[in-house]
Every structure is written in C-alpha cells, then in structure tokens.
C-alpha cells in the first residue's frame, strides 16, 4: 500500500491503470480532462498495456466501448454533464447489451447556461439508464470504487455497466492523500475480464437483435431483475474489497445516526460540509445524522430503511432541479418508500450547489435549527437563491 | 474457366453462406444480395457491426437471426465507432496474448442514411485514425426501412415520402452526395464502388479491401424495388442499367490512384434507367435533361482522375 498526496483525476487514472483497463475510449471535457490526459499519458510511456482511442466525439467514445467490450476487452470511458447527454442514446443500449464498460462520470452541470462546473444534473437526467451508479465523498473512495467497479461489473451474475460518480472540481481538481493498493493485491482482487458471451469467429453469436411486443417486455424484465439483484453481488465485493485493503464501504453509508432524530440524506461530496455541520451540532449536544447513499442504482431500499433507525424529520439535500417534477429525484425515491411502508416521517426537500455553488457547514446548520418555508407554491426551497 | 471457377466457388460453397436464407427482406432486394455476396469474400473469420436499417431489421428479430458470423446492432449513427471498438480490442487483446493472433476480418456495415447523413462523423473519425476496417455502405438511395424517406445519397429528382413531387417541387431538390470522395479524402488504403450487378467486380474489391492493413470504404448500389418502385424481379437489371449510363460508375481509388474497374464503351442515355423506375416517373424530358448533362460532367470528372493519378 503505498500513500501519496495527488490530485484525484491523477489518482483515478492510475487506478484504471491498477485495474488494467485496456481500451480507453474518451473524448475530452471539463473536468473531465485531466483523468484521460494522464490515461494517455500512462499508454504513451508504455506504462499501461491499452490501446487509448482519440474519438470524435461522446457518442463514438461510448460505441466503440460497446464494440471492445463485447469483443471482449476490459474498456474505460469516461466524460461529464454535455458529454454525458451526448452519449445518452448509448448509455441504455450498452446495458441492454449486457456489457460491464465502466464509466467516470465527473459531475457538472448541464447547459445552458453553460457552465462546467459541479452539479447532478447530469447523473440525474441518465438515472434510469439501467446502469449500476455508485457515488463517492473523497478521493480514496473514488479510486477505490473504481477498482470496484470492474469486479461487480464483470462478475458473471451482473454484467452490467457502472458509472462511478465523481463531483467535477470540488474532487477532481483537488489533491489528497490517497492510498494505492500495490498491482498484485489489485490482480488478485480483480482477475482478467472473461466475457460470458463475445464476438468470436469461433463461437459466433448475435448481439443487439430486434425486438416484437411478444419478448420486449421479457427482455426488459430480464434486464432489470439483473439489475436489482446486482446489489448482493455489490454488497459482497465492497466486503471483500474491505478484507483485502482495510478500508470497508457500505451501499449505504451513515454517520451519527445512533441518538438522531433528525438526518440528512445526500450523495456526493457535499456530504463532507454536512458532516462538518452534524460535528458543530454534536457539540452543542445536538445530534443529527448523515445517510449517505454511495450506491443510487439500483437503488438500496432495504439498507436505506434500516439506516433510518429512530429519525423522525429528514432532510433532503440534492444538486439537481426537478424540472417540472414535484421535487427532486432522490426525495421522490424515498418518499415513495416511506408511503408505502407507511412510515411516520416528516421529510424535507432542498436543492444546493447547483452549477457549483459553494454550500456551507454553516447552511446545513442553519437547516437544521431554522429550517427556511418552501418556496412558493412549490414543495421545495432552493437554497440561497435570488429572486 | 476462372472466373467460372470462382462463381462456382462462391455460390455454391454452402459454407460460404454466412447470412443465411430465411430472412425477411422483399422479394427481389438486392440489398440483401449484396450483404450476401460481400460475406462470401470476407469469410467466417469476421466479425460485423450493422447500423440499425433494412438489413439489421430483416435478420434478426429476436430470438431468430440470419448470421453464422459473430454480428452486433448498436445503433444507427455509430457503426463505424462500434467497428473501432472492435478493432482495438482484437489489437490489444492480440498485444496480450489473449487471443490468436490470427486478424479477424472487422466490418462495418451501414445504409446510405446511416453512412451519409447521421453516421458520417463517426464514419470520419473511424476512417482518420485509421482502424483496419472494412466500412459496407449499402446505398439503396433512400431511409427504406423507415418508409422510403429521402437522404443526402437520393438521386436528384427522385420521389420519395419526405421529397414528394408537386406544384412547387421537382422531388429530390439536390444532388446526390459524392460519399466515396468523401472516404477518399480521408486519404485511406482503398475506397472502391460497387454493385451486385456485376458479382466478380464485388468479390475483387472486398478481396483487395481484406487485404489491406487500415481502412477501406465500399460503396455498394443496391437496388431495392419496394423504395424505387420497380417490378421485384428486375433488381439486377436496374443496377446493370445504372453502371452503364454512367450514373454509378465502377471503380477503385487504391492509395490514391482512381481507376475505372467497368469501363462501357458509350453510355447509355440515362433515360434508358430513369424511365422504368416509379420514383422518377414525375421528371420531364426537360429535367431528364439536367440529369443527363450532371452525369456527364461527373463521367468525365472521373476519368480525368483516373488519369491524373496514374502512376
Ligand atoms: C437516432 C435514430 N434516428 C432515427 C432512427 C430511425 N431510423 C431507423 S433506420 C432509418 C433509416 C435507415 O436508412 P439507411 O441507413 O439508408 O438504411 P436502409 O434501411 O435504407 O437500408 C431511420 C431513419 C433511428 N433508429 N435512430
Ligand atoms: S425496402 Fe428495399 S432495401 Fe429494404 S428489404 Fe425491401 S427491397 Fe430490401
Ligand atoms: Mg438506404
């Protein structure tokens, strides 16, 4: 294990590398740019075996990793926000197919206006996409995700695609100190990628037929069932991954939940300014909690319920505008939960940091203690916003 | 007695048929002939990646399919970027020794409107890096599959139901677009138009596209009767007609040097393939006119390429 201070794109390239990817197939955005820069720069010194593919654009960037993945190689992409939107046609097709491509997504706003910097627009606008979607706080996490990633992705009774989250600037740009697993923990952890089903002279098979209304729904079923019972295979991997190198993930990751009646739900790394607040709280013998969901789709249902414990209130804080929906996609997911469960909460929704706003331990706190009225007529409050 | 020899060989070698019978295109497509004829040249060790269009439609619905070969549909527009994705995973997977390392023929397969109007940027980027590819593209002049609607590869003056003829309109309002130099201009090994009309000419060029270590671009003319409104048993016909009246001339473009492959004598007044075919019905002899005066100039703008880049 060695440690050492580096910016997170940097680290995240390298830990594609630990995972050896071998087609990289990706098209340059902010903030994106720095994880493909140094992915190209590891193939030009020869010191990661891949073939790094300059295409035109998202679209093809996302196509040819369909391509080399059903011919059977270990392929990496990754993009954000217009990157995203671009490839989205892709995006369902790739986990239709089955393939276990995997994605850095470098969260950040959509247009227009235009604006590169961190938001979840993106994910948001993709989430029902039909791929597995992990978010993370920090720079270890992403690394460590990412290597996790390919083994849920390729384990045979998963096959699907992953999108690792990552917020653009406040966790790409930064340096931290982050701890790499050496090459041969990484190889034995994560063995080669054999392909199920591939595009073989050998054993030639279709890939991507058409289908009537009498199998559509069957397929799609079929698909989806994949899907959520991907979260056993999820659970496992994150626990070995635990025993192997000492850091343990959980789908869903709490903090100070013990004594709360009162918690936050979020994702992202916005959760470590909440943190910050919840330790303010705690000092003047308040206690509020954090769940935290590292896992988004499928979604953890059951380990969100359980990770409710004694809470009463939540709030919910998310990066993203509804659009015409009543409130944002997360709150409406556990909404759902909680009425059809029939649970006695009371649950708030407010939407932060969106285009990269910065929102401030002091802004949770200040939720907690005051929380502001809706705004009117709607059944959410933006925080902070100027009339 | 060769050439009798190879077509002996071709079509009648069952094992050569890789899209197999039993699909579901109209009577008399040769477009599906064409798919047919070029896999006979490619051979089982390939792999193909079809855009969404007639013949992807026509093979494969679930859970039946037509191919012996190792086949995927992505999409519409991005044939030629799944094809790259192909390529470099057999060349890494090669590198890696993960696999043989025996080239497996890659091939991308597309339609005139997934080739010239929506895939023609990723066809561009496909082509520049340089891939070793095969890149089909079926030109039936036309969005068949959807109903016959017109693309930038529809003949100037055809009908179709999106350049409909009328009052203020002659139907296909602009010429058809020049895709082989558009692949030429990419500066790639091989660029060769063709046509199942003329079966050997087909077999020669894909045996020169396999061959070559980067990409090749070949157009193929494939007369589809249901878009051009003609009787179903004179697809064959129609493309002969076509070659010969100088409208879709045959010829290769090898590391830069054009070269005609069918050279006609004199051709034929374009009328003669013009006249038959319902999609043109509307033209007057005035308009014929225009067309035959385009192909023409075009006829001997080729010929002047093909001098020109003698070596
Ligand atoms: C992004 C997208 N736009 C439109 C379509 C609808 N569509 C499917 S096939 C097709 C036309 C295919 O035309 P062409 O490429 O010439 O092939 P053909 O069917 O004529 O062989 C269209 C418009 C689609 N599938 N995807
Ligand atoms: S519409 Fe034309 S190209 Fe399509 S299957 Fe029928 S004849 Fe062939
Ligand atoms: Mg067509």
Redesign the pocket.
Known sequence: MKRKGIEVSKAIAEAAKLARVEVVSAYPITPQTHIVEHLAELVANGELEAVYLNVESEHSALSACVGAAATGARTFTSTSAQGLELMH?ILFITSSLRLPVVMVLVNRALSAPLSIWCDHSDVMAARDCGWIMLFCENGQEAVDSLIMAYRIAEDKRVLLPVIVNVDGFTLSHVIEPIEFPEQDEVDRFLPPYEALFKLDPERPVTFGAYGMPEIYTEAKYAQEMALVSSKKVIKEVMEEFGKRFGREYKVVETYNMENSKVAFVSCGSINENIKTAIDLLKKDGLDVGLISLRLFRPFPSEEFLESLKNVKRLIVVERSMPQGATNTPIFNEICALIFTRKLDLTVENYIAGLGGRDVLPQEFLELVVNPPEKDHGREYKVLGVRG | MKILKTLEKYMEDPSLELVASGHRACQGCA?VLALRMAFKVLGKNTIVAM???????ISTPLPITCWRLPWIHV???NTAAVASGIESAIRILMAKGKIDKKWINVVGV??????????LQALSGALERGHRLIYIC?????????G??R?S?TPYGASTTTSPPGKKSIGQSTWKKDMPKIAVAHNIPYVATACPSYPFDLFNKLKKAKEKDGPSYIHIL?V?PT?WRIPSEMAIEYGRLAVRCGMFPLYEVEDGVYKMTFKPDTLIPVEEYIKGQGRFRHLTEKEIKEIQQRVNSEWEKLNKLCEITKP
Do not use: H, K, R
Request: with cysteine; charged share 20%; aromatic share 6%.
């Open positions: 046609e | 477009e855009a969404t269009g007639c013949m992807e439609i999409a519409f527009e597309a339609g005139d409107g997934g080739t010239s109007d929506i895939g079926l030109d039936n002049e036309a969005y068949m599959n959807t016959v609607q693309s590869s494939s589809c878009g």
